[in-house]
Structure formats: C-alpha cells, structure tokens
C-alpha cells in the first residue's frame, strides 16, 4: 500500500499561474480533505469529501477547486495564484464508520508551494 | 463557526518531566482526534475518542473526553526525546463532517 500519495512535493508559481495538486489514495477510503498550513500554524481546511461526486468547502476554499470524481482521486486547483496561498498543503484520507463518521486520518507527506 | 483552541502554544519540558496540552471546542463535538506533526513532517494519527468522559492510554499519553464532548487533554508521563513534535486535536460538530484541527501546542524536550 502506498497510503496518500502527492505530487509534486515541491512548486514555485507565478501569481496569476494556475495548477493542480494531485493526491490519490489505494486504502478505498471514502472520506478525503485537503489542507494547507502556514509557517508554525496549525491546519486549516480547505475542501473534504465524504465520497466520490460528493464534496463541500471548509474553512478557507476561496481561491480553489475540486472533484471527486473517483473514490481514489481528490485534485486540488488553484485558480489564479497568489502570494498569499505560499503554504504547505496536506491531502487526507480516511474510513467511514458504519455511523458516518470518519476514523483517523492518514495524511500524504505534502506539497510545498511558493507563489512569487 | 466552530473553533478549536489548544492550551499552551508552546511548551518546553526536561526529559522525564510531564506534559499536559488543553483542547477546547466552541460547540460540542461527535469525537475528537489526537495527532503529532513531527518537525518538517506531517500529521500522524494517534488516537479518536468518542464518548463523554472516556479515557483513553497509549503507553505513557493518557488521553480524555470531557463530558460535554467541548474538551479534551492529551497527557504524556516522563517525557522523552522521541515526543517533541506539535500536538493536534481535530474534531467536527454533529452534522458536519468538516474535520478542524485545533490550533496546535508544539512540545520541545530538553536532554
């Protein structure tokens, strides 16, 4: 098993520059959520997924796109690059419970972006 | 909206002293997480608790539930090396499935 895989590790952008980070997991887990984390802060969400087809924004998703169109594959676009979205983004992934919950997340080890 | 705040933000310890981080939610939570980032690393899952009041232990981290389901502590005996890192709770209110990590308490122990 791979567990969450993201490319590319690492990317510098032009503002204005658009692109699209990859994650994909083979664990056959329903639920998937992106992140990013600034320096020395914590997580904060930007788009999840409780199944394929079904996805919902979270705390901060201005700036950015995503389909779910296969239970493997959760994309993450930016639309216009900013300096503001400099960041390390994590892509999540996890079972769902028979209540609907999610266990424990598996996280990818990260893209690390730089928008100049 | 829903927040999640974590007690200390930092915290520097000697090895074999205790260590204690607070998480407290603005609106109740269906369970919480616990996870550990370590430095230049990503999140890494310790722990979900689910019931009020429940009290769970990985050999020297004790972790609980309140009972309001608002708050939960991660509690490491005799701290070593091996846990410096950033500490992390993550939980989401009933009817939503938004997971939000807390704001982080970033544990360094001194040799």
């Known amino acids: 098993n791979a567990g969450v895989t993201q490319t590319p590790k690492f990317q510098v952008l032009k503002t204005g520059q658009s692109m699209t980070l990859q994650c994909a997991q083979d664990?056959?887990?329903?639920?998937m959520s992106w992140y990013r984390q600034d320096p020395g802060m914590g997580l904060r969400l930007i788009h999840y997924s409780v199944g394929a087809g079904i996805t919902d924004q979270g705390e901060v998703p201005n700036g950015y796109n995503v389909s779910r169109s296969t239970t493997e594959d959760f994309p993450l676009r930016l639309l216009s690059a900013a300096p503001s979205q400099t960041s390390v983004y994590f892509c999540?992934?996890?079972?769902?419970?028979?209540?609907?919950?999610?266990?424990?997340?598996?996280f990818g080890s990260g893209t690390r972006l730089t928008v100049v | 909206g829903q927040q999640v705040m974590q007690i200390p933000q930092y915290q520097h310890v000697q090895e074999g002293e205790d260590f204690t981080t607070y998480c407290n939610s603005s609106?109740?939570?269906?369970?919480i997480q616990w996870y550990k980032q370590r430095p230049g690393g990503h999140p890494v899952f310790l722990i979900q608790?689910?019931?009020?009041?429940e009290v769970k232990k990985q050999k020297r981290l004790t972790f609980q539930f309140g009972e309001a389901k608002k708050n939960s502590s991660l509690h490491i005996t005799a701290t070593q090396t091996t846990d410096v890192g950033t500490y992390f709770c993550?939980?989401?209110?009933?009817?939503?499935?938004?997971?939000?990590f807390g704001t982080g308490t970033r544990l360094k122990v001194l040799a």
């Open positions: 999540a992934s996890s079972l769902k419970s028979p209540q609907g919950e999610a266990y424990g997340y598996t």
């Open positions: 609106t109740t939570l269906s369970n």
């Open positions: 664990m056959n887990h329903e639920y």
């Open positions: 993550a939980g989401h209110d009933s009817g939503t499935y938004k997971y939000i």
């Open positions: 608790l689910v019931k009020s009041g």
